[in-house]
């Protein structure tokens, strides 16, 4: 699913997309190419200075982290700057709490915007100069159309707009008006401030776009000092320009507004620096609408921001990604000038692959059953080698204790299995990891339910370390835990927070909520875990054998562990969609 905005400057013709190579042999993007282009030149002396500019009404998401990887990599590579700068110019929408997770979550995933932390509020006072200067050069006027009528004014793509009645106030009224709103003698909505430019442009942006509305609302820094703000259009880039930004890297939905951003640029006669767009990130199974994970929050369809279930950077990290998980990711998908839908295995991709080098391997049941080995000692217990991580020789070995009763997982016995179903049985052998051969020799009942509650084994005291010394071979190993040295946990098997792939694509008249999954969560309170795991600190990542990797949650508490499930081991949501009949 891709959508094409045509090439432009050579930034965005399929044939170059992606293809110049870097010095260190990997292909350049199209932002890179202008930015050595600009360098060649000599525009802006060869210096480049980029910024990430969120706005704290929400928490950052993983297609923010796309824009902070960027914008970062672009100083590093080109021995320049980022600065991380807050757009607080709606103080209706935003808050403190915003401000601290976002300042969070850019230090999480490994960048530094060391002395140069900026708010549009720091711009206030010349953000109004600039607006008092376009009023001057008769650029701007004060307007009384309601919201409504200046939308209505404003036309189609097939008609040009209409002009306010007031559009044509003299420099003097207009100054004066401008003036009283900033005093507050105004209510919301009776006045704002319009730039000037053509009513009949085919840009619609350019129809006389709103600069400032009256908000008469507390704001988060600057406190009552202000009943006026600017909007986006209007701050962005003249706050790219105060900072001296060479470079300003928006997403694809600004670039008609470019010609807005120039037109205040060369009208106010200040330093321009080169807006360019590039595809934000879509991915399958997630919305990207902060306004959306807005309302999954406040309709308590998650458990707050930092839900493991979201995508955003604390859901993430909360769930057990790693910030060279998720830069690994954004590097892989690339930059490009084309819309476009990221597979969510990708993302997943990137977090096996690391976590695969450095995660400890522990053993867990976690939907546990009891087995017990008939013909082992009662009250002996003895210890086999396991080794930590078969990735990182480094990683060493590890002791683990095996005792007369075990857990194993639930899903490894079957009564009366299948053709296909290898592991444990009535009559059946198999090999318990590190440890013994064990044979299948009956069960123990819930007399009311009928459910196996208990299997009962022999085991080959010969067959220590796994391997029988006959040669005889079996089909399946599996994963136990020694029960009495057992652990318990709390495990939280997180899947898709939606159920379809595109989640927005509905019906007219139905809601994207429509899509949410139902099983997006299940919660397994009597795991048991070898108690090498034991005294694990949250934000602790691991993988338990053949189930995952996981992570120890923020709600653990000393006596309590609960552990997410950060992956899989394989990409099987296919697989649940199958059975569930999705």
Request: charged share 35%; aromatic share 6%.
């Given at each position: 699913m891709t959508t094409s905005n045509g090439p432009e400057r050579g930034d965005g013709s399929p044939s170059e997309e992606n293809t110049d190579p870097k010095s260190d042999g990997r292909p350049s993007n199209f932002i890179e190419r202008l930015i050595e282009e600009d360098n060649k030149t000599g525009r802006f002396g060869g210096k480049v200075h980029t910024r990430f500019p969120p706005e704290p009404n929400g928490y950052l998401h993983i297609g923010h982290a796309k824009s902070i990887c960027l914008n970062f990599a672009l100083a590093i590579k080109f021995g320049g700057k980022c600065n991380l700068r807050f757009d607080d110019t709606n103080p209706t929408t935003e808050d403190e709490e915003y401000v601290r997770s976002i300042q969070e979550d850019v230090r999480w995933l490994g960048f530094d915007w060391e002395d140069r932390l900026f708010y549009a509020s720091d711009f206030f006072e010349e953000l109004y100069a600039f607006a008092v200067k376009l009023v001057r050069k008769g650029k701007a006027y004060v307007d009384n159309l309601s919201a409504d009528d200046i939308s209505r004014h404003r036309g189609s793509l097939y008609e040009p707009g209409r002009e306010s009645p007031h559009r044509e106030r003299s420099v003097e009224e207009n100054l004066d008006l401008l003036a009283r709103m900033r005093k507050g003698e105004f209510d919301e909505g009776t006045h704002v401030l319009r730039a000037k430019i053509d009513m009949a442009s085919p840009n619609l942006n350019l129809r006389d776009p709103v600069l400032y509305r009256i908000r008469k609302a507390a704001h988060h820094r600057t406190g009552t000092r202000w009943v006026i703000y600017p909007l986006y259009d209007f701050a962005h880039g003249q706050c790219d320009s105060l900072e001296g930004i060479t470079h300003s890297i928006c997403t694809l939905?600004?670039?008609?507004?470019?010609?807005?951003?120039d037109w205040f640029c060369q009208e106010l006669e200040i330093h321009h620096p080169q807006q360019i767009e590039f595809a934000r990130l879509n991915l399958t199974y997630a919305v990207?609408?902060?306004?959306?994970?807005?309302?999954?929050?406040?309709?308590?369809?998650v458990h707050g921001w930092n839900d493991p279930r979201m995508l955003t950077i604390s859901g993430l990290r909360r769930r057990g990604y790693t910030p060279e998980?998720?830069?690994s990711f954004c590097d892989e998908i690339g930059v490009t000038k084309f819309n476009s839908v990221i597979d969510m295995v990708v993302l997943e991709n990137a977090l096996r692959t690391d976590l695969n080098r450095r995660a400890p391997r522990f053993m867990a049941a976690v939907r546990p059953l009891k087995v017990v080995v008939e013909n082992y000692p009662e009250g002996q217990s003895e210890e086999v080698e396991a080794i930590n991580n078969p990735e990182d020789p480094a990683a060493g070995m590890r002791k683990m204790p095996f005792?007369?009763?075990l857990y194993i997982e639930r899903d490894d016995f079957m009564e009366d299995p299948p053709k296909k179903f290898f592991r444990l049985a009535p009559g059946r052998e198999v090999r318990l990891r590190y440890a013994y051969f064990?044979?299948?020799?009956?069960?123990?009942?819930?007399p009311t339910t009928g459910e196996v509650v208990e299997v009962r084994c022999t085991y080959d005291p010969a067959t220590k370390g796994g391997d029988a010394r006959d040669g005889r071979k079996v089909k399946a190993t599996l994963h136990w835990v020694s029960a009495s040295h057992a652990i318990t946990a709390e495990v939280r098997l997180y899947n898709h927070l939606f159920s379809a792939e595109h989640p927005e694509d509905v019906p007219e008249g139905q809601d994207f909520l429509v899509n949410l999954n139902p099983n997006s969560l299940e919660v397994l309170p009597n795991a048991k875990l070898e108690p090498a795991i034991a005294g694990a600190a949250p934000g602790f990542r691991c993988q338990f054998e053949r189930l995952g990797y996981f992570c120890v949650d923020t709600d653990s508490r000393p006596g309590r562990l609960v552990f997410n499930r950060s992956v899989t081991l394989k990409d099987d949501w296919s697989k649940i969609q199958k059975r569930d009949g999705a």
């Open positions: 939905e600004f670039e008609n507004h470019r010609a807005l951003y990207m609408s902060k306004r959306k994970l807005l309302r999954l929050v406040k309709d308590s369809h998980a998720l830069r005792s007369r009763v064990v044979k299948c020799t009956g069960v123990v009942k819930d």
